[in-house]
């Protein structure tokens, strides 16, 4: 009995025929990875952007330092004048783009609730407050 071979040659010379199913395999992973990898360019994110309003003045920011106060009424204050959570946030936005920045002092009093205190520190952290230092430090010595 003789043994056929799956070739086309009778001579026993190689197949010459390059095997490309591994090559289209890889291809296609690639190009998967593509497509998965480019973001997606069709969302849009809708804004309501705030209006100027010509006649509101200026916030009042020292261009040296500025105190940030939390009084025993649990006021919040800046640089002696009552100010709301978002006012704060947007003066200390105001000083963070001035050059240089100035420093916030941080004068908590020893009878103001620490949930005011927080608040104010959280707001700080978001606005990204670069020089900042405690002031008063001194008066709780003699609670401890």
């Keep these: 009995m003789s043994m056929q071979t799956a070739s086309d040659n009778a001579s026993g010379e190689p197949m010459l025929d390059i095997n490309v199913t591994p090559l289209i ?11 998965i990898t480019i973001p997606p360019q069709t969302h849009a994110v809708k804004l309501d952007l705030p209006v100027n309003q010509p006649n509101q003045p200026p916030p009042p920011i020292n261009p040296i330092k500025n105190v940030v106060s939390v009084n025993a009424q649990d006021q919040v ?8 959570m978002g006012q704060l946030r947007s003066y200390l936005d105001a000083t963070q783009q001035m050059n ?12 103001a609730r620490y949930e005011i205190v927080d608040e104010v520190l959280a707001v700080t952290k978001k606005a990204h407050v670069q020089k900042m230092g405690f002031v008063g430090n001194e008066y709780y010595q003699n609670i401890f």
């Excluded at 395999?25 to 497509?35: A, K």
């Excluded at 204050?77 to 709301?84: D, I, T």
């Design 25 to 35: 395999d890889v291809m296609l992973v690639l190009l998967i990875m593509l497509i």
């Design 77 to 84: 204050l800046w640089n002696g004048s009552p100010v709301s």
């Design 100 to 111: 240089p920045i100035p420093e916030l002092h941080l004068q908590p009093d020893a009878t």
